[in-house]
């Protein structure tokens, strides 16, 4: 059943290193397009890197070059409005891509889109890994890519065999996440101390990689500072400004 398949998730970062077919590769792209989108804007474009001395760079400049070693696809989703100048010009109007409302709108349509994408790689038994790493120097990824003015790297993606599932991470309690017509803050103290339990047991427990920590004291260490400053002025540098 397709909720079994989305309970199942976890990310994979090593993989047998069989090649994904192209037919394979163009089907479940195709699948992705599916996704829903804002007015239909399709604000996304993806770039299958298979030359072998830009993954290694992409796996470089993402901080996450073993799992490319291992891949049987690699991918770089981006945030794309070159194509929507282009429909403009066809039209004989100039858009207007430099809009805050746009860039959320392009944000929202490359998770969409990236998403259906995973969910039906799963279903043909591959494994998957989401890597914002590519953040980390999106400049320079840009440019190994040659990512025109209105297009930026959101994340890259590996995919392939796995040599093995990990197991699943336990997700927040229903409730913390789940309003009902209201927005009600005052349950967080009781239900992040159960999180926070649920997930030093799981931690202590999994079958690799065992650790002492918890959700609140991750999210606290990941979030006290600003992270990846550089964003604002290299989203304007590709023409977003926040308009």
């Known amino acids: 059943m397709v909720k079994d398949l989305l309970r199942s998730h976890s990310s994979v970062r090593k993989y047998t290193g069989e090649e994904i077919p192209k037919e394979v590769v163009r089907d479940l792209i195709e699948t992705a397009q599916m996704a829903a989108t804002s007015h239909f804007i399709q604000a996304y474009s993806v770039i299958w890197v298979t030359d072998a001395d830009k993954k290694k760079k992409l796996g470089e400049l993402s901080n996450n070059e073993f799992q490319f070693k291992t891949a049987g696809a690699s991918f770089l989703f981006c945030v794309d409005f070159k194509r929507l100048e282009a429909a403009g010009k066809k039209q004989g109007v100039e858009i207007v891509a430099d809009s805050a409302e746009n860039l959320l709108a392009g944000v929202a349509d ?91 047991e799981y931690y202590q427990h999994r079958s690799s990689n065992q650790k002492m920590s918890n959700w609140t004291k991750q999210m606290a260490d990941f979030l006290v500072e600003q992270r990846r400053p550089f964003i604002k002025d290299f989203l304007a540098s590709k023409g977003f400004t926040w308009k």
């Open 110 to 200: 490359v998770a969409l889109f990236a998403q259906n994408f995973v969910i039906a790689a799963e279903s043909e038994g591959y494994g998957i890994c989401y890597i914002g790493g590519a953040r980390n120097n999106p400049a320079e990824i840009s440019e190994l890519f040659n990512l025109p003015e209105h297009v930026f790297p959101m994340f890259a993606m590996t995919i392939g065999k796995p040599t093995k599932r990990n197991e699943t991470k336990p997700r927040l309690p229903l409730d913390a996440v789940l309003h009902e017509n209201g927005y009600d803050e005052e349950k967080y103290d009781t239900l992040l101390d159960e999180y926070d339990a649920t997930l030093e």
